[in-house]
């Protein structure tokens, strides 16, 4: 079973300059996440996806965050502009409900610096 | 809102050891709680989830166990070694059923095995 992808694995920027990320989920996969990980911190929350609807992005900065996940498989998640403290590692996960048990598999993540 | 700390936040043993890592949440109404292994720039792998029902999961060399009331778990690993080493996180899924599954990371702690 193919895990789950992302790409690019690294980004370097300026600061005000926009940047997207990808994520394909493992296959069948109704659950896509978004998290950041800044660095010596755990992961942080930033969207959740069932299907192609958005069930929580209560701590997404939307004034220039933006994620979508078209027909309910890929994901992009694009910064614009940047901002030097969006510095961190930008983590896909996915989920199957199989007998009440939620389990979350991670991608390998994007290390975003933001100069 | 919840909150999830790890102690210790960096733990150095020679190997062979046996060691304890323990994890403690504020809100014991929780869904689930998993344990994740990370490496240097590498994405989360699951290592073992454990349901609210359930008071411990093993594989292997790892038992987790869980203390629902007093919103505690910890991990035990067996036999340390050098490969072991890497940053262990813990995280909880709260509890009211719906679809949100966000988890809420600990902030993790550094494993080093001694060869």
């Known amino acids: 079973e193919a895990g789950v992808a992302q790409s690019p694995r690294y980004k370097i920027i300026e600061k005000r300059q926009s940047v997207a990320f990808w994520c394909n989920p493992i296959?069948?996969?109704?659950?896509l996440y978004w998290y950041q990980q800044i660095l010596g911190q755990g992961p942080k929350l930033l969207i959740q996806?069932?299907?192609?609807?958005?069930?929580?992005d209560s701590q997404l900065p939307k004034d220039r965050f933006s994620a979508e996940r078209l027909k309910g498989v890929d994901s992009t998640l694009k910064i614009q502009p940047a901002k030097l403290e969006d510095s961190a590692v930008y983590l896909c996960a996915s989920s199957l409900e199989l007998a009440g048990v939620y389990e979350q598999y991670f991608g390998p993540g994007t290390r975003l610096t933001v100069t | 809102k919840q909150e999830v700390t790890q102690i210790p936040a960096a733990l150095s043993v020679p190997e062979g050891e046996n060691l304890v890592l323990n994890c403690s949440f504020t809100?014991?109404?929780?869904?689930?709680l998993q344990w994740f292994r990370q490496d240097p720039g590498k994405g989360l792998t699951s290592l073992l989830l454990?349901?609210?029902?359930?008071r411990e999961q093993t594989s292997g060399r790892l038992n987790a166990s869980l203390d629902k009331s007093s919103g505690r778990s910890t991990l035990y690993i067996a036999a340390s070694q050098p490969g072991d080493s890497a940053t262990y996180l813990c995280a909880v899924r709260l509890g009211g059923g719906g679809s949100n599954y966000k988890l809420t990371f600990g902030k993790g702690t550094l494993l080093t095995v001694n060869p």
């Open positions: 809100d014991s109404a929780i869904y689930n």
């Open positions: 454990i349901q609210s029902s359930q």
């Open positions: 296959s069948g996969h109704a659950t």
């Open positions: 996806f069932q299907n192609n609807g958005v069930v929580d």
